[in-house]
């Protein structure tokens, strides 16, 4: 490649490969949604010793079951089955209830959303296994806790602003297992779990993971921190089992929710096993005799998480970007705590991010400034040494390096703000509180796609005079046709895809910033140029 092409060739490159890998995760996450295994008996695969310790037999479902126990509050519903489990969570608070918009690509193609958002939201899959299952490490008693109900004091109790505390209790014969839990107003628990029998080996799940947003943009599956260290599993990770002796907590999440078990005073075996029919990897506690643990099955909100056990705040988890992008979401926070409304706090941090970045982007755009104005003299040498490519070359980087310019000046400060841009991504499309929350008018929930689309219109005017503003230096028409372009497909996959109206929020205000940016620049150019003449 010579070098007048690099630049204007590398950032063509750069902006396709974010576009397509968009348009890949997207397309790939729409038309193969993550499968929904059948109920088995028993895996057919040979066991290693430690899988032999759970017993994989088939958790009884009964959709139709009357509930045990059903604990109701104003915010939730909670239904504990026969066999001890949280069958079912419901959220009743508005901002959970699915979004009623849809987007295009839905009303194209008939993949419908809730026409209007529903009463309350159920957390769990009925069909998979349930928080709170207990499996034996004997076989027999394992076969006979399945079909042995648990007996309470109670079938209804109500919540209101104080705990309640209530008793499971299952008689096995040679041993009675009791479960004493306490539940509380922020959907967080207490469970101690006790064998009659103290030598009595079994193992206590918090379930399989919510399915309230199983969105595939984010991680789905189960999270455990074991010495300080995350570890995360998605489905088909785990072949057997694989233990893990210094845990802090176990979850298991969705998009925007979860469910967990953790110890405060201490460190838990758990036993991630991946024979289980699930839509990741189950993890269990071992126990022998009795353990007290606290547990929590609703919404992944930071701040509440980390308030009822520091650790617990690495439930929220943002893939590679954690590092950089939970700052990122501290300080969103912070904003939002200021201006008391997310979509302005959105705007706020892509202003310090922009101002931030500043001198990476003013470099960046000095650098296809002397570019664009070497221009002319890279043509002349082209067609002069047409026929002779390392002298054309020789020549070229003479004048690079007679007027101080780099090839690839314009570009690296560029691809060096692509982690900030996914980093921003991910905290906009992962934050639970932004969910349900509105911006101006006609955002009524910034965690959902702009409903008259309105944003992706904003995004794609303000990227196309962003891209005429910006100084380039095309030497290849198809390059330049393709660039040209990038405006016009990026606002049609941000309307046909449903990405959240607080990203392209983010996107179409960093574009606005980039054209106030780009007019100072050319200011400060054209100054330069009058100074020396």
């Known amino acids: 490649m010579n070098p007048n092409q690099s630049n204007s060739f590398s950032m063509t490159r750069m902006l396709g490969a974010v576009a397509l890998t968009f348009v890949f995760f997207s397309a790939y996450s729409y038309f193969f949604p993550q499968e929904k295994p059948a109920q088995t008996t028993e895996s057919k695969s040979a066991p290693n010793p430690q899988a032999q310790e759970i017993k994989q037999i088939s958790s009884p479902v009964s959709k139709q079951e009357t509930p045990l126990l059903k604990i109701s509050s104003k915010d939730f519903e909670i239904e504990f089955d026969s066999l001890g489990r949280v069958a079912q969570v419901y959220l009743k608070d508005k901002k959970y209830a699915k979004p009623a918009s849809e987007n295009l690509f839905s009303k194209l193609f008939g993949k419908k959303q809730e026409s209007k958002p529903i009463d309350k939201v159920p957390l769990l899959d009925s069909t998979l296994i349930r928080p709170l299952e207990v499996r034996f490490a004997d076989e027999e008693i394992n076969q006979k806790a399945f079909s042995t109900p648990y007996s309470t004091s109670s079938s209804n109790l109500v919540l209101s602003d104080k705990p309640i505390s209530f008793e499971l209790v299952q008689n096995l014969g040679t041993q009675t297992l009791s479960k004493y839990i306490t539940i509380y107003p922020d959907l967080s628990y207490e469970i101690k779990i006790t064998s009659s029998n103290p030598s009595s080996k079994f193992f206590l799940t918090n379930g399989a993971r919510p399915i309230a947003d199983s969105d595939e943009y984010a991680f789905l599956g189960t999270i455990l921190q074991n010495d300080g260290t995350l570890e995360k599993f998605e489905k088909n990770d785990v072949e057997g089992v694989e233990v893990y002796k210094d845990v802090t907590f176990l979850a298991s999440?969705?998009?925007?929710?979860?469910?967990?078990?953790?110890?405060?005073?201490?460190?838990?075996?758990?036993?991630?096993?991946?024979?289980?029919?699930?839509?990741?990897?189950?993890?269990?506690?071992?126990?022998?005799?009795?353990?007290?643990?606290?547990?929590?099955?609703?919404?992944?909100?930071?701040?509440?998480?980390?308030a009822l056990y520091a650790p617990l705040g690495d439930v929220v988890e943002y893939g590679l970007m954690t590092f950089f992008a939970k700052p990122l979401f501290l300080l969103l926070e912070v904003l939002h705590n200021l201006c008391g409304n997310w979509g302005w706090a959105i705007v706020m941090l892509t202003i310090l991010v922009r101002v931030a970045l500043f001198p990476l982007s003013y470099k960046g755009m000095i650098g296809m400034q002397k570019l664009k104005d070497l221009a002319p003299q890279m043509k002349q040498?082209?067609?002069?040494?047409?026929?002779?490519?390392?002298?054309?070359?020789?020549?070229?980087?003479?004048?690079?390096?007679?007027?101080?310019?780099?090839?690839?000046?314009?570009?690296?400060?560029?691809?060096?703000?692509?982690?900030?841009?996914?980093?921003?991504?991910?905290?906009?499309?992962?934050?639970?509180?932004?969910?349900?929350?509105?911006?101006?008018?006609?955002?009524?929930?910034?965690?959902?796609?702009?409903?008259?689309?309105?944003?992706?219109?904003?995004?794609?005017?303000?990227?196309?005079?962003?891209?005429?503003?910006?100084?380039?230096?095309?030497?290849?028409?198809?390059?330049?046709?393709?660039?040209?372009?990038?405006?016009?497909?990026?606002?049609?996959?941000?309307?046909?895809?449903?990405?959240?109206?607080?990203?392209?929020?983010?996107?179409?205000?960093?574009?606005?910033?980039?054209?106030?940016?780009?007019?100072?620049?050319?200011?400060?150019?054209?100054?330069?140029?009058?100074?020396?003449?």
């Open 253 to 306: 999440v969705d998009r925007y929710f979860t469910t967990l078990l953790y110890e405060k005073d201490g460190k838990l075996e758990v036993l991630v096993d991946g024979k289980i029919p699930s839509l990741s990897p189950i993890g269990f506690v071992s126990i022998q005799g009795s353990k007290e643990l606290g547990g929590y099955i609703g919404a992944k909100n930071y701040q509440e998480l980390k």
């Open 381 to 533: 040498i082209q067609a002069q040494y047409k026929d002779d490519p390392q002298k054309m070359q020789k020549h070229i980087m003479e004048l690079y390096k007679k007027n101080g310019a780099n090839p690839l000046g314009g570009c690296l400060p560029l691809l060096l703000q692509i982690p900030v841009f996914f980093a921003i991504y991910k905290v906009l499309y992962c934050a639970v509180e932004l969910k349900a929350e509105p911006w101006i008018l006609w955002i009524h929930d910034l965690s959902v796609i702009d409903p008259y689309y309105i944003l992706p219109l904003v995004m794609g005017v303000t990227m196309y005079i962003s891209q005429i503003m910006t100084p380039t230096t095309y030497t290849d028409p198809m390059q330049e046709k393709v660039f040209k372009l990038l405006p016009l497909f990026f606002t049609i996959f941000f309307i046909i895809f449903p990405f959240p109206a607080g990203l392209v929020l983010y996107w179409s205000v960093n574009n606005i910033l980039s054209i106030i940016q780009q007019m100072i620049i050319n200011r400060i150019v054209a100054k330069q140029k009058e100074a020396k003449k």
